[in-house]
């Protein structure tokens, strides 16, 4: 079922699940603003039908978030291609990611940057993100169980930091680990209300653009929501 190295559109050989999977990428992501090509190349190369409990796999390619475990959701397709949109990538980059989840998101950086660093504060997603990334051949993809919200300064900068949680605001720390011409994007609010913001740097100066509105569950840790807060 797995293959050992990333897949082309050419190679995929899950039958029914490529003409889902086409479906969604011509409908849900071309048909809207996901004009990347090299984004619409991932999301089409990327079997999210692997990163998806075996009980929801049937959904894996409808446009919505579906359950992972721990309480947790793998997001939807259009929202992972918008915030991997949003970053710029173009093959070279040192990309954070915290949130691990399920590991797809991690896999779509992974085939469209050079090295993927993801952290997930629960140990049981990870284990099982890192396992599926393995066998799939990402072997650009390093994963990591702690507090996101700090980042993973051992290989900052980051030309890219992507968050898929909800934070309160921006973390500083996340800043402080761009590269200088480096971007962060990261949804920002509570359960009520939350925006996409894209953050870059220039020198030592960082400017911010609000988005889109999404609804994310929340990043917890040190710069993330209490209980009480959320
Ligand atoms: N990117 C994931 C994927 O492709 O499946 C979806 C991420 S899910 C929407 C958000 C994830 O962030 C959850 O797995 C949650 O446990 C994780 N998370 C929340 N706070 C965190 C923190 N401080 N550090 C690391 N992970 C955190």
Redesign the pocket.
């Known amino acids: 079922m797995f293959r050992k190295k990333k897949r082309k559109l050419k190679d995929f050989s899950d039958g029914d699940y490529f003409i889902e999977q086409q479906r969604m990428v011509e409908d849900h992501l071309r048909r809207r603003d996901i004009v990347d090509r090299r984004v619409l190349d991932a999301m089409l190369a990327v079997p999210r039908h692997c ?1 998806v409990p075996e009980d929801h796999r049937h959904l894996a390619y409808v446009d919505g978030p579906l359950p ?1 475990g ?1 309480g ?4 939807q397709p259009y929202i ?1 291609a918008l915030m991997t949109q949003m970053l710029a990538l173009k093959g070279n980059e040192n990309v954070l ?10 896999a779509i950086l992974g085939y469209l940057a050079r090295q993927v660093y993801t ?4 140990a049981s ?1 990870a284990k099982h993100a890192e396992t599926i990334l393995q066998t799939l051949g990402y072997n650009n993809v390093h994963v990591l169980v ?4 700090l980042g993973w300064v051992e290989n900052a900068p980051y030309q890219a930091i992507l968050v ?2 909800a934070a309160p605001k921006a973390p500083q720390v996340l800043l402080d680990q761009l590269a200088p011409d480096g971007r962060l994007v990261i949804p920002v609010g509570g359960a009520s209300y939350q925006f996409l913001e894209r953050w870059y740097r220039q020198g030592d100066q960082f400017d911010k653009e609000e988005l889109t509105p999404v609804a ?6 040190k710069w ?1 929501w209490r209980d009480e807060g959320w």
Not at 97 to 106: D, L, P
Not at 216 to 221: A, Q, S
């Open positions: 990163f992972i721990c947790q959701t793998i997001s992972v990611e915290v949130g691990t989840g399920s590991g797809y998101q991690a952290i997930e504060r629960h997603l702690g507090d996101g919200s898929t949680a994310f569950v929340p990043l917890r840790g993330g």
